[in-house]
């Protein structure tokens, strides 16, 4: 069965959110390598109830719990507890993102996952995860096999590979700059190289050659390819950016999934598309792909990732979904069964 698609039209925005009542706790969690620093944040509901609760898991790049937090509000307002954590080597936790492949992305996720199911303040047997870009990658890949993941929602990402993501950018970027004829032609080869680079085929010196032969041109430095080119002792943490397929975790979720998608983002049609595919075995009747028209990445409008005013009511649409699907299930402290 096709997951429903549907088009929001939800045109509310606000550039700061509502208040939110709430209470939290912070703590370190014990990864692979590292420690994180996170925040559970526990909505205001009446005392002697365990809520229900979402992991966030950010996206690409350095990223801290006070960037999570504009994600995190519209699930506090839903009545749903939020864990939000520094990512390796960001504000209080220990280790590098640098370092961190999206193995041990998805295996900080499941060690988060098991720890927010030791709180007693949460209900163990209904927390979801959010991937937020990036983040899209890697919450399946931590759902998988499990049985207690109750939700997952991928917020503007997910569905197409890092590497069509990656090399659509790098064309983008040519397009905005203008770099045509032969330029073009060496701007591509040197993006085929980086990539075999990453996958383990070539040296990065195979990479830096050909970025240093259009040294007296403008592209190399409308690629920006140079300011992420990892070195060859960091390649392997990067490998999957190459060679990692979505498909086969997407294709194995058997639980409600949200894929929200924003109308303005990179290719809209080209995400649908290959959300469709990859869902068609879910069978959960929960399961949506939403398109907001007028978002663009992360739900955003004026910006990308996480700059820009936030669609907040396409946000709380997005939490009000998750609480659809775990509000029958609220049980008191204490009840473990």
Same mark, same amino acid.
């Given at each position: 069965?096709?997951?429903?698609?549907?088009?929001?039209?939800?045109?509310?925005?606000?550039?700061?959110?509502?208040?939110?009542?709430?209470?939290?706790?912070?703590?370190?969690?014990? $990864?692979?390598?590292?420690?994180?620093?996170?925040?559970?944040?526990?909505?205001?509901?009446?005392?002697?109830?365990?809520?229900?609760?979402?992991? /966030? =898991?950010?996206?690409?790049?350095?990223?801290?719990?006070?960037?999570?937090?504009?994600?995190?509000?519209?699930? /506090?307002?839903?009545?749903?507890?939020?864990?939000?954590?520094?990512?390796?080597?960001?504000?209080?936790?220990?280790?590098?993102?640098?370092?961190?492949?999206?193995?041990?992305?998805?295996?900080?996720? @499941?060690?988060?996952?098991?720890?927010?199911?030791?709180?007693?303040?949460?209900?163990?047997?209904? &927390?979801?995860?959010?991937?937020?870009?990036?983040?899209?990658?890697?919450?399946?890949?931590?759902?998988?096999?499990?049985?207690?993941? +109750?939700?997952?929602?991928?917020?503007?990402?997910?569905?197409?590979?890092?590497?069509? &993501?990656?090399?659509?950018?790098?064309?983008?970027?040519?397009?905005?700059?203008?770099?045509?004829? +032969?330029?073009?032609?060496?701007? @591509?080869? +040197?993006?085929?190289?980086?990539?075999?680079?990453?996958?383990?085929?070539?040296?990065?010196?195979?990479?830096?050659?050909? /970025?240093?032969?259009?040294?007296?041109?403008?592209?190399?430095?409308?690629?920006?390819?140079?300011?992420? =080119?990892?070195?060859?002792?960091? @390649?392997?943490?990067?490998?999957?950016?190459?060679?990692?397929?979505?498909?086969?975790?997407?294709?194995?979720?058997? /639980?409600?999934? =949200?894929?929200?998608?924003?109308? @303005?983002?990179?290719?809209?049609?080209?995400?649908?598309?290959?959300?469709?595919?990859?869902?068609?075995?879910?069978?959960?009747?929960?399961?949506? &792909?939403?398109?907001?028209?007028?978002?663009?990445? $992360? =739900?955003?409008?004026?910006?990308?990732?996480?700059?820009? &005013?936030?669609?907040?009511?396409?946000?709380?649409?997005? +939490?009000?979904?998750?609480?659809?699907? $775990?509000?029958?299930?609220?049980?008191?402290?204490?009840?473990?069964?």
């Amino acid at each position: 069965m096709s997951p429903a698609l549907l088009v929001l039209t939800v045109a509310s925005l606000a550039s700061s959110a509502a208040a939110v009542d709430s209470r939290s706790v912070e703590a370190r969690v014990a $990864v692979s390598g590292a420690e994180l620093a996170v925040t559970l944040s526990l909505p205001d509901v009446s005392s002697g109830r365990r809520v229900p609760a979402v992991v /966030l =898991l950010p996206g690409s790049g350095p990223s801290t719990r006070a960037e999570s937090a504009p994600l995190a509000r519209p699930f /506090l307002r839903a009545g749903l507890a939020v864990l939000t954590f520094d990512k390796r080597g960001c504000g209080a936790s220990t280790g590098s993102w640098l370092t961190a492949s999206l193995d041990d992305m998805a295996a900080d996720g @499941r060690s988060l996952l098991d720890w927010m199911r030791t709180r007693g303040e949460v209900d163990g047997g209904r &927390i979801g995860l959010m991937g937020v870009s990036q983040g899209g990658w890697v919450a399946p890949l931590v759902a998988s096999g499990r049985s207690d993941v +109750a939700f997952l929602i991928a917020l503007t990402g997910g569905g197409v590979s890092p590497r069509v &993501i990656e090399r659509f950018d790098y064309e983008r970027r040519l397009h905005a700059a203008g770099v045509t004829g +032969a330029d073009l032609l060496a701007a @591509r080869a +040197a993006i085929d190289a980086y990539f075999a680079f990453l996958a383990g085929e070539v040296p990065q010196a195979a990479v830096t050659r050909l /970025l240093e032969s259009g040294k007296d041109r403008s592209w190399p430095a409308d690629l920006g390819m140079a300011r992420v =080119l990892p070195s060859d002792a960091q @390649r392997p943490a990067w490998s999957w950016v190459a060679t990692f397929d979505p498909r086969p975790s997407l294709s194995s979720l058997r /639980l409600p999934v =949200l894929a929200m998608i924003g109308g @303005r983002d990179r290719d809209p049609a080209m995400e649908v598309q290959a959300w469709q595919a990859a869902l068609a075995p879910n069978g959960d009747p929960r399961t949506e &792909i939403r398109v907001e028209p007028d978002a663009g990445h $992360v =739900l955003t409008v004026g910006g990308t990732h996480m700059r820009g &005013i936030f669609n907040e009511a396409a946000l709380d649409a997005m +939490a009000g979904w998750a609480m659809g699907v $775990v509000r029958p299930a609220l049980r008191p402290y204490g009840d473990f069964s």
